[in-house]
């Protein structure tokens, strides 16, 4: 199973906004509308942010959205908080009954 | 509310077996598919396994397929993971994850257990 490509960091000032990418291939985010993001904090578990490419949670604030286009999805957050900091991963079905998470890409509020 | 709970973590040493449990609450646990996931030291979420709701259907990464074994019991609301011939490489925490439905992806985390294979 091959890894989803995130860029390993991304920045912004409080206040403004910042978008991680996912990029996969035609067997996975291009092929199925299953792709999720998820925020860490350090030590702490996964939290589920965004799924099925743009739906958002009950309790996750509308700053975060998603989208997708061909192979690549997308994570924006909007009005940069310093709680946003942390590490934000995609997942995808990859068909064939597999699954596979992105690399991760630390995201810092500067 | 809804919750998971790992337990089993530990170290042990390459080669030996270990089980890790997750027991859920809060929602109908024989309704959802279950999957474990791990993250390594510093390194990234890695799907490990994943179980459907009635328990029939199995599936695994290629880096764990013929060592791990993922089986549930809905009556204790426990999804098991039984790991054998471990590798130092299988140090991680270890997290179970409800899926929405099968392969939907996961919408509810466990706080993980850390499993550390060393000599």
């Known amino acids: 199973q091959s890894v989803l490509t995130q860029p390993p960091s991304a920045s912004g000032s409080p206040g403004q906004s910042v978008t991680i990418s996912c990029t996969g291939s035609?067997?996975?985010?291009?092929?199925?509308?299953?792709v999720s993001w998820y925020q860490q904090h350090p030590g702490k578990a996964p939290k589920l942010m965004i799924y099925d490419v743009s739906e958002r949670p009950s309790g996750v604030p509308d700053r975060f959205s998603g989208s997708k286009s061909g192979n690549t999805a997308s994570l924006t957050v909007s009005g940069l908080q310093e709680t946003d900091e942390a590490d934000y991963y995609c997942s995808s079905y990859a068909g064939t009954n597999n699954f596979v998470f992105g690399s991760g890409t630390k995201v810092t509020v500067l | 509310q809804v919750q998971l709970v790992e337990s089993g973590g530990g170290v042990v040493q390459p080669g030996k077996p270990l089980r890790l449990s997750c027991v859920g609450s809060?929602?109908?646990?024989?309704?959802?598919?279950m999957h474990w996931v791990r993250q390594a030291p510093g390194k990234g979420l890695e799907w490990v396994a994943i179980?459907?709701?009635?328990?029939?259907?199995?599936y695994y990464a290629d880096s764990v397929k013929g060592r791990f074994t993922i089986s549930r019991d809905s009556s204790k609301s426990t999804v098991y993971l039984e790991m054998n011939r471990l590798r130092l490489e299988d140090t991680a925490v270890y997290y179970c994850?409800?899926?929405?439905?099968?392969?939907?992806?996961?919408?509810?985390w466990g706080q993980g257990t850390t499993v550390t294979v060393s000599s």
């Open positions: 035609s067997s996975d985010v291009g092929g199925y509308d299953y």
């Open positions: 809060g929602f109908t646990f024989g309704f959802y598919g």
């Open positions: 994850a409800r899926d929405r439905s099968f392969f939907y992806g996961m919408d509810v």
């Open positions: 179980i459907s709701p009635d328990g029939g259907e199995q």
